[in-house]
């Protein structure tokens, strides 16, 4: 199986369960592709932990579910060490943070601490428990969900934090002819009790290694790079986005251009993920944001007076 195959496969059976939402699953799979972190904010019940679920169940990696709570504390996400008195030391007994794909319910939810805890595994794929460190399983994916309109309670992610995640995205709430046909589905049992796997953890690495040899111009690096700086010297920009935000996006673009069937990348690959990739990793200042202005109509706004590079072939 080819590697761009195996990518639609997983779209496909994915949106057996989220209807309707079909640029939404495929930057989720782009995600998965690239090796990164997804953090879907939303409001309650329209499917991000289905996302979730069905995104691992399609790719057969394991899947563990955390519940943040402000109670949550960071051994109860990372695992614990326990001592074992027949043997006379202590055995470490690993957390849910070990999956190949883990579901951060509300993360805003819990205390800084504890979200915290996620940082190392997120960023070198490893954690240390008393001293010792512990490697995540390959492939590893973080996908945390959050409630945007639930204010008490919460402790919002710092900008250090949500700069890890490599996108951020919205579910939306469906039309009403696919509403309709989520309640048809769903009408007997629910399409996830029947989802199958349609590849396995074997199959992703191999899609993250063939995401890396996907090309990419010097024009559209500088591209990249240009909006990148852009943000930075917008008027409405407090703090712009990082140089991790451009490696961010030369990643996702060589995602979209396996996932199209293309061996390069082209600059409309980076224009329709800018926002996804840098909406979350830039901040407004006082003045924009009592404006009412959003990230979104910045990375437009920059979007629209950079110069868009030419389409050059590939050399030899």
């Given at each position: 199986?080819?590697?761009?195959?195996?990518?639609?496969?997983?779209?496909?059976?994915?949106?057996?369960?989220?209807?309707?939402?079909?640029?939404?699953?495929?930057?989720?799979?782009?995600?998965?592709?690239?090796?990164?972190?997804?953090?879907?904010?939303?409001?309650?019940?329209?499917?991000?932990?289905?996302?979730a679920r069905s995104l691992a169940r399609s790719s057969g990696c394991s899947f563990s579910r955390i519940q943040f709570?402000?109670?949550?504390?960071?051994?109860?996400?990372?695992?614990?060490?326990?001592?074992?008195?027949?043997?006379?030391?202590?055995?470490?007994?690993?957390?849910?943070?070990?999956?190949?794909?883990?579901?951060?319910?509300?993360?805003?939810?819990?205390?800084?601490?504890?979200?915290?805890?996620?940082?190392?595994?997120?960023?070198?794929?490893?954690?240390?428990?008393?001293?010792?460190?512990?490697?995540?399983?390959?492939?590893?994916?973080?996908?945390?969900?959050?409630?945007?309109?639930?204010?008490?309670?919460?402790?919002?992610?710092?900008?250090?934090?949500?700069?890890?995640?490599?996108?951020?995205?919205?579910?939306?709430?469906?039309?009403?002819?696919?509403?309709?046909?989520?309640?048809?589905?769903?009408?007997?049992?629910?399409?996830?009790?029947?989802?199958?796997?349609?590849?396995?953890?074997?199959?992703?690495?191999?899609?993250?290694?063939?995401?890396?040899?996907?090309?990419?111009?010097?024009?559209?690096?500088?591209?990249?790079?240009s909006l990148a700086d852009a943000t930075r010297n917008h008027d409405s920009v407090y703090l712009g986005a990082s140089?991790?935000?451009?490696?961010?996006?030369?990643?996702?673009?060589?995602?979209?251009?396996?996932l199209d069937g293309r061996d390069f990348v082209q600059p409309d690959d980076v224009k329709a993920l800018a926002y996804?990739?840098?909406?979350?990793?830039?901040?407004?200042?006082?003045?924009?944001?009592?404006?009412?202005?959003?990230?979104?109509?910045?990375?437009?706004?920059?979007?629209?007076?950079?110069?868009?590079?030419?389409?050059?072939?590939?050399?030899?």
């Amino acid at each position: 199986m080819d590697a761009r195959s195996a990518a639609q496969r997983i779209v496909d059976n994915v949106e057996r369960v989220i209807i309707g939402k079909r640029e939404q699953v495929e930057l989720a799979v782009i995600t998965l592709m690239c090796g990164g972190h997804l953090l879907v904010e939303d409001v309650p019940g329209v499917g991000k932990t289905m996302l979730a679920r069905s995104l691992a169940r399609s790719s057969g990696c394991s899947f563990s579910r955390i519940q943040f709570t402000p109670d949550l504390l960071p051994t109860d996400i990372t695992g614990v060490s326990i001592y074992d008195q027949k043997s006379s030391d202590f055995q470490y007994r690993p957390g849910p943070l070990l999956s190949q794909v883990v579901l951060a319910d509300e993360i805003n939810r819990a205390t800084p601490k504890t979200q915290s805890a996620l940082l190392e595994a997120m960023e070198e794929r490893q954690i240390t428990v008393d001293g010792v460190t512990h490697e995540t399983p390959r492939p590893f994916m973080v996908l945390a969900t959050q409630n945007p309109i639930e204010y008490e309670g919460t402790f919002p992610l710092p900008e250090a934090q949500l700069d890890r995640f490599l996108i951020r995205l919205e579910l939306g709430y469906p039309s009403a002819h696919d509403e309709v046909a989520m309640m048809d589905r769903q009408l007997h049992s629910h399409p996830l009790h029947e989802l199958e796997q349609v590849c396995g953890a074997e199959s992703v690495l191999a899609l993250q290694a063939a995401v890396r040899e996907v090309y990419v111009d010097v024009l559209v690096k500088q591209y990249v790079v240009s909006l990148a700086d852009a943000t930075r010297n917008h008027d409405s920009v407090y703090l712009g986005a990082s140089p991790r935000g451009s490696l961010a996006l030369q990643r996702l673009g060589q995602a979209r251009a396996l996932l199209d069937g293309r061996d390069f990348v082209q600059p409309d690959d980076v224009k329709a993920l800018a926002y996804p990739a840098l909406g979350h990793r830039i901040i407004l200042n006082a003045q924009a944001r009592v404006k009412g202005q959003t990230t979104a109509q910045v990375v437009e706004e920059c979007l629209e007076r950079l110069p868009v590079p030419g389409v050059r072939a590939r050399r030899p």
